[in-house]
């Protein structure tokens, strides 16, 4: 079937607006990570969903970022007023259930996001 | 704390020769340790994991791994590397429940001819 998917591929944006980021997860995994990619940080965990719930949003940079999940599938990650150290590749994962050693997350192709 | 340590940031080797990429790990519980291969412009693609079992693991496109327990390492090799095989490598570890991952900050492999 079809890996996780993510929409859209390349964001340009001024900084103060507002973005959003979606990620389509592979049908049927109840789990789903969003990371952020950039350079000097190298790749971050942001925040972690199980189903519909996020029990671990550690990673989130402030209060200006937040996702939610809808139907246990889509997901979308929302920054607002977009700061120029926004700019990175957001990447998004999916794995089947999200616990256990067996589990394992595959990635989508990410979004690159430029804060001009 | 935990955390994954790449050291060489940048490797070149020529295209026939082998290849040995470090990964350090920190670590408080049981790792669960991960190599997965970015090309430019695409997302993570898994090579190999490790939970338990035979240390020596073997992934996709010929790679293998041994994970060293009283070295906390988690090296990545291949005998003979290929020209398709330039990319960046992240080692990666998570909780042994499953959940987020830490990654390394990655290794870049140039392969020359």
Redesign the interface.
């Known amino acids: 079937g079809a890996g996780?998917s993510q929409s859209p591929s390349n964001k340009v944006t001024e900084k103060g607006k507002d973005v959003e980021l979606r990620c389509d997860p592979i049908s049927g995994h109840t789990?789903l990570?969003w990371?952020r990619q950039s350079l000097g940080q190298?790749?971050?965990?942001l925040i972690?969903f199980q189903g519909n719930s996020a029990p671990?949003k550690s990673?989130l940079p402030s209060d200006r970022f937040s996702a939610e999940r809808t139907g246990g599938s889509v997901s979308t990650l929302t920054i607002q007023r977009t700061q120029q150290e926004d700019s990175a590749v957001y990447?998004c994962?999916s794995?089947l259930?999200?616990?256990?050693?067996?589990?394992?997350?595959?990635?989508?192709?990410?979004t690159r996001l430029t804060v001009l | 704390a935990q955390s994954v340590t790449q050291p060489d940031i940048h490797i070149t080797v020529s295209e026939g020769a082998s290849l040995e990429l470090r990964c350090n790990y920190s670590y408080g519980a049981t790792p669960y340790l991960f190599w997965y291969v970015q090309s430019p412009g695409q997302g993570l693609q898994l090579l190999l994991k490790y939970f338990s079992g035979d240390t020596l693991v073997q992934g996709i496109k010929g790679f293998e791994a041994e994970f060293k327990r009283s070295q906390s390492s988690f090296n990545l090799r291949k005998p003979s590397v290929h020209w398709s095989d330039a990319a960046e490598y992240f080692c990666a570890v998570g909780p042994y429940q499953g959940g987020k991952l830490i990654f390394g900050q990655g290794t870049e492999l140039s392969v020359k001819p």
């Open positions: 996780v789990a990570y990371y190298g790749l971050e965990f972690y671990d990673g990447l994962a794995s259930t999200g616990t256990g050693h067996t589990d394992t997350q595959y990635f989508g192709p990410g």
